[in-house]
Each structure stands twice: as structure tokens, then as C-alpha cells.
């Protein structure tokens, strides 16, 4: 132990103070006493080095002021040990008595106890705090009883509390329990937490702070001595070095196992990671399954894993590291392998939502009822938008009629997405008695992706319970659900005449003449020989032919207006919008001809309506600019009236006249 300690405090003290820690025969031993005889010789010798090394207690540097107090301090000599407790006390350098007071504490110089005491009211920080740390090695009852008074009285300052209850609590002080139980409840809350951590050091125990809890420790262990104490002190850290060791043995084993497979030539090849999957290191898991992850999809495509190998991966899936689970996943669902599914399924009982929407973006047909009823719960209990997405995404891929409800109660998720995909997923399933919620979801919900897919749906679910929703989303403020919704009118604009021309009118309303004009074609071809379309035939050719005016489409607007002069039999109204058609069309040379045609075939008792009309296609186009056209249907009318023209038309035909010659 001797020569232990002599070659420790070598490397410590160095040079000419060695001699003075090697005169001790443990350390630094103090006598109080010197002897009554000393030989002149050795006395001469140690005043020499007792000159020596009080000099150097005024050197700049910390370590040799330092090393010069421990030789000083391994002194039997009062003169060294008064040296060292006057500069502790005296120096003007805040650094020097720091040094003194370190040299005190390696020591562990007794008759310096009470001036280290008095340092711990030091002005300057740096000396408290020093003082404090020093203290904590002395653990004499003397001493221990000295600082417990000094914390305990009225008048210390509560910084002084602190660093005398942290120096009890170092220093593993158990008699000094009571003084800190009283800390506990001081008025200083510095104080209180300085109390309450001593305590913890002493007692190695995690209590709170509060008294009652520590007072119950207390009487149950009033009676260990601080031998007791140290035992269990050395106990645990035996407990925390075996542990340490274990872990850094096994830290040791992992970066081998590591370094191995990166090293290896088959470190990039799907057996060799999944094997390494399997191993019990955690960073060799996460390294694996990180560069499957990471594969190419050529060394994925075609891969055959075996019996064991699947295994490997269904642990994996339960590894206690998300990153390591999320990682196997995105590797699984690449693989075409027999246990594919099976791992995915595995992996839809996850709890983590990375992990849940890669399994669930890959579920296939093939997942099982289990598997559905996983999906159902997920997207109606699942906290993450994300995995409740996704799985209404699934769901509707899936196309099970059993999960029709789940879905229909996804339309009222908090999330966008999700209800997007409720709605894309009844869309999949032909879910009509879901038109309803997704019309009203159509007229209602905040979001136009949403209101989007409604309409479309709406469309494709061929549901007359949709029209009013969609023409209703003709006003929207999306130009996409607009176009959604007239597109969704016109795939519902079929299979009932009273439900085309609804949606037609509606079309029209909106300024949409084109969609107005493909729906009434419509309703003219399949219902225009329909016996119980006869009566509403006529209203149909009327919104036809307004349409068609409305874009300038004069010539079709004449052809329609046609088909409603033979189906009236001649009314004057239509066969005079057909001949403003045909004016606005620049067909006006047509108008002289027809008209003499309608002459020619009126009866007797329609003669006079006819010539009235004659006139006024006259005026119409005498109007437009065809001056020629229009006085040769003047001169026809005049010629046919003859002189059986009644007043009126006489005075009409004059007027005419006057107005075209003048």
C-alpha cells in the first residue's frame, strides 16, 4: 500500500515536495506535537524544506502553490502547518487560498478543519465553493457535529446553508440527517433543494421533497452508522460498475458484429441483411433493416424468402425500435413472397402510424375478414389522419360491402383526406344508399376536393336523389366542382324525361347552353315518339330552340323551330321565330318562298293569319337589311290579298310600303 501510495503522490507533488510526502508514512500526517529532541542535522533539513516550500506559496502557478501546502501540510513541523492555515486565511489572492484550501482537502489536514470551516464565509464565490467541496472530506464526528451547529444556527446565511448541506451530503454524513430534515422545511427554497439532494446522496433514495416521506425513511433508518452507509454506497456502485460493464461489453460485441457485415463482401445482398436481421444487438437490427429498406428493386424482385427467413421478418415486425419496424415494412411489402400478406397483416397491428399506412397502402384483396374488420377499426379509432386515410383508401380498394357503415360514418372525419377517400371508397363500392350524406357533404363541406369527388360520385352512382345537389353545385365557388357537377348532370341525364328536362332547365338557368342543348337532344331522341310525350313535346323543341338562339346557333335554332311547325300545324309564333332564325342565320332568301308555300297551304279560315305574318316577315326583313327579299314577299302578299284585304292588313301593307320607298 506504502509504495502505492508514494508512486501516486509522485506523479501528484513531483520535485523537491516529494521528499516532504515521503517523510509521511500514509499521505499527509499532521502532529501537533513536535518532539522534545530533534538532531540537529535533520532539524537543519527540514528548515530548509520548510523554507522551500513556504516561498513557494507565493508562486504563480496553482499547481506549485499547491504541491508546496501538501508538503508543508506532511510537515511535523508547526511552523509549515501555520504557514499554510495564514495564507488560507490572509491572502489577498482569492487563487492562493483556493490552493490551500485543495491542499487541505488532499490531506484531509484536520488541524485545517476549522479554517476551511471559515472560508465557507469567504467573499469571493470561487473560495466558497472550494470550502464546500473540502469539507465534504472531513468526516470526523467532531467535525461533522461543527457543520451541522454552523448550518443549523439562525444567523447563517442561507448561501452558507447550501454549501454546508451539500458538503454533509458529499461527505455521506448520516448523523447529519436531522439538521437536513429541518433544511427540508427552511424558508429559502435554495436551501430546501440543497437539504433535500443531501439526503438523497446519503440515503440513495429518490424521494420527493417532503418532509413526512423523508421522516419515515429516517425512523426506519436512524440507527445505521455512515460504515453502514459507505457499505451500501460501495454496494451500489459495484452494482453500476457490473452493469456498465455488461453494457460495454456488449457494446464491444455489437460493433464487431457490425463492423463484420459492413465489411463483408456480401454486406449488400437481401440473405446476408436478412440474417443480420435476427441478431440480438439493436444497431445490427437497425443497420439491416435499414438497408433492406433501402434495396434496389431488382435485388427485391424475384426474392424467395425461406421458412426462416420469413420468421426473421415477423419479428422484426415486433422489434421494440419503430425506426427498425418501419424500415422491415417498407422492405415486406415489395416482396413477393408466399408470407407477404401474413407479414403485412402482422404489421396492420402496429401502433405506429409509419408503419400502419406502408402496411396499409399495401393491402391486398387476399387479407381475410380479420384483415377487413383491422382496416374498420383503424379508420374509425385510429388518432393519426394519416393511417385513418389510408385506410379508407384500403377499404374501398378492397370493395367489401361490410364495411359500408364504417365508411359512411369516415363522411364526418375532422380530416380532408379521410373523407375524400370515405367518399372515394363508396364511389368503389356502388354505395347508393349513400347519395343522401354525399349530397348533402356536397352542398356542405368546407373542403372543394371533397365537394369534388361528391359530385363526381354523385354521377357515377346514378342516383336521381343527386340532381338537386348537383344543380345546387353549379353555384359553387370551385370552377373543378362546377365542372364535376354539370358533368354528373349530364351521366344522370337519362332514363326519364321529366328528370332530363329538370336538369336541363337547370343547365340552361345557369347560362350552360351547350350541356342544356345535349340534354334536350337527348329527351327529342328517346322520347320523341313516345306517346306521353306528346303533350311536352312542344316545351321541349321551345327550350331546344332558345338554347340554341342563346349561342348563336341560328341555323339549328331554325331546323328545331321546323320540327315544331309540323308538330303545331303552323302557329303563327313559331313559324315567325323561324323566320328571324333564318334571317340571323343569312338565310333570308329562303323566307320569300316558304312564305308563298304557307299561302299556298293554308285554309280559307287561316288565310288572313298567314298574310299577317307575310307582312311582318316582310317588315323583318326590310329590318335586316334585305331589301330585295323584302319587297318581293310585300308584292307577294299584296297580290294574294287582292282585293279581299281587310282594313287592317291594308293599312299594314301600306305602312310597309311607305316605310321601304321612303
Known amino acids: 500500500m506504502l509504495k502505492k501510495f508514494r ?6 507533488l513531483g520535485g523537491a515536495a516529494v521528499a516532504g510526502v515521503l517523510m509521511a508514512t500514509a499521505g499527509c500526517r499532521i502532529t501537533e506535537k513536535l518532539p522534545l529532541v530533534l538532531d540537529q542535522e535533520r532539524a537543519a533539513g527540514q528548515q530548509a524544506r520548510f523554507l522551500q516550500a513556504e516561498a513557494q506559496l507565493r508562486s504563480p502557478d496553482a499547481e506549485g502553490r499547491q504541491q508546496a501546502a501538501v508538503a508543508l501540510l506532511s510537515m511535523d513541523y508547526q511552523p509549515a502547518l501555520q504557514a499554510v492555515l495564514d495564507a488560507m486565511e490572509h491572502a489577498e489572492d482569492p487563487a492562493v487560498r483556493i490552493s490551500m484550501v485543495r491542499a487541505a482537502a488532499f490531506c484531509r489536514a484536520h488541524p485545517c478543519f476549522e479554517a476551511v470551516l471559515s472560508a465557507i464565509g469567504a467573499p469571493q464565490p470561487d473560495v466558497r465553493a472550494e470550502a464546500a467541496l473540502a469539507l465534504s472530506r472531513f468526516t470526523e464526528a467532531g467535525e461533522v457535529d461543527a457543520m451541522m451547529a ?5 444567523a447563517t446565511p442561507s448561501s452558507q446553508k447550501q454549501l454546508l448541506y451539500g458538503a454533509l451530503g458529499e ?17 429559502d427554497p435554495g436551501s430546501r433543494v440543497a437539504a433535500w439532494e443531501a439526503l438523497r446522496k446519503i440515503a440513495r433514495r429518490q424521494l420527493p421533497l417532503d418532509v413526512e416521506q423523508w421522516r419515515q425513511w429516517w425512523s426506519v433508518n436512524s440507527s445505521r452508522t455512515r460504515e453502514d452507509v459507505l457499505e451500501e454506497h460501495y454496494r451500489g456502485l459495484a452494482y453500476e460498475l457490473a452493469a456498465r460493464t455488461a453494457q460495454v461489453n456488449d457494446l464491444v460485441s455489437q460493433h464487431n458484429e457490425l463492423l463484420n457485415l459492413v465489411s463483408s463482401p456480401e454486406a449488400q445482398t437481401p440473405k446476408a441483411l436478412l440474417a443480420a436481421l435476427g441478431s440480438a444487438h439493436a444497431s445490427v437490427r437497425q443497420y439491416s433493416a435499414r438497408r433492406l429498406a433501402a434495396l434496389d428493386p431488382q435485388a427485391v424482385k424475384g426474392l424467395k424468402p ?14 421494440e425500435s419503430p425506426q427498425v419496424r418501419q424500415d422491415v415494412v417498407k422492405f415486406v411489402v415489395r416482396l413477393e413472397a408466399d408470407c407477404r400478406d401474413e407479414l403485412v397483416r402482422k404489421a396492420l397491428d402496429d401502433e405506429d402510424p409509419v408503419v400502419l399506412t406502408t402496411a396499409l397502402e399495401a393491402v391486398r384483396p387476399g387479407i381475410g375478414p380479420d384483415g377487413v374488420e383491422r382496416l374498420e377499426r383503424l379508420l374509425s379509432g385510429s388518432r393519426s389522419g394519416e393511417v385513418r386515410e389510408a385506410a379508407a383508401n384500403a377499404l374501398g380498394k378492397l370493395g367489401s360491402q361490410k364495411s359500408l357503415p364504417v365508411l359512411m360514418a369516415a363522411l364526418d372525419d375532422p380530416e380532408e383526406n379521410v373523407r375524400w377517400f370515405a367518399v372515394e371508397g363508396l364511389h ?9 350524406r354525399i349530397s348533402e357533404m356536397l352542398e356542405k363541406d368546407a373542403s372543394a376536393r371533397v365537394r369534388e369527388i361528391a359530385a363526381d360520385t354523385l354521377g357515377d352512382l346514378g342516383q336521381p336523389a343527386g340532381v338537386p345537389a348537383l344543380l345546387a353545385a353549379l353555384d359553387d365557388r370551385s370552377d373543378r366542382v362546377r365542372e364535376k357537377a354539370v358533368s354528373s348532370l349530364l351521366d344522370l341525364a337519362t332514363g ?36 306521353e310525350m306528346k303533350s311536352r313535346l312542344p316545351d321541349v323543341y321551345e327550350q331546344l ?20 311547325d309540323a308538330l303545331t300545324g303552323g302557329s303563327p309564333a313559331v313559324r315567325r321565330e323561324l323566320v328571324k332564325c333564318w334571317i340571323q342565320g343569312g338565310e333570308a332568301a329562303r323566307v320569300p318562298g316558304v312564305v308563298e308555300a304557307w299561302l299556298a297551304a293554308a285554309a280559307p279560315d287561316r288565310k288572313a293569319q298567314v298574310l299577317d305574318l307575310g307582312v311582318d316577315s316582310a317588315e323583318l326583313l326590310h329590318s335586316a337589311g334585305s331589301a330585295r327579299e323584302a319587297a318581293a314577299l310585300l308584292e307577294l302578299v299584296t297580290k294574294v290579298a287582292g282585293e279581299q284585304a281587310d282594313e287592317k292588313l291594308s293599312s299594314k301593307i301600306d305602312r310597309l310600303r311607305r316605310r321601304m320607298s321612303g
Request: proline content about 3%.
Open 7 to 12: 508512486k501516486l503522490t509522485a506523479g501528484v
Open 150 to 154: 454552523r448550518a443549523a444556527a439562525p
Open 171 to 187: 461527505g455521506l454524513a448520516i448523523r447529519a440527517v436531522p439538521v437536513l430534515l429541518a433544511g427540508l422545511q427552511d424558508e
Open 306 to 319: 425461406d421458412d426462416r427467413d420469413c420468421a426473421v421478418l415477423r419479428n422484426a415486425l415486433g422489434d
Open 428 to 436: 368503389k363500392l356502388g354505395a347508393a344508399q349513400a347519395v343522401p
Open 496 to 531: 326519364s324525361s321529366d328528370r332530363m328536362i329538370v336538369i336541363a332547365g337547370g343547365l340552361s338557368k345557369k347560362g350552360l347552353r351547350d350541356a342544356a342543348e345535349t340534354v334536350l337532344t337527348r329527351v327529342v331522341e328517346q322520347y320523341g315518339n313516345a306517346e
Open 545 to 564: 330552340a332558345a338554347v340554341q338562339k342563346g349561342q348563336n346557333e341560328f341555323s339549328a335554332a331554325a331546323g328545331t323551330y321546323e320540327k315544331l
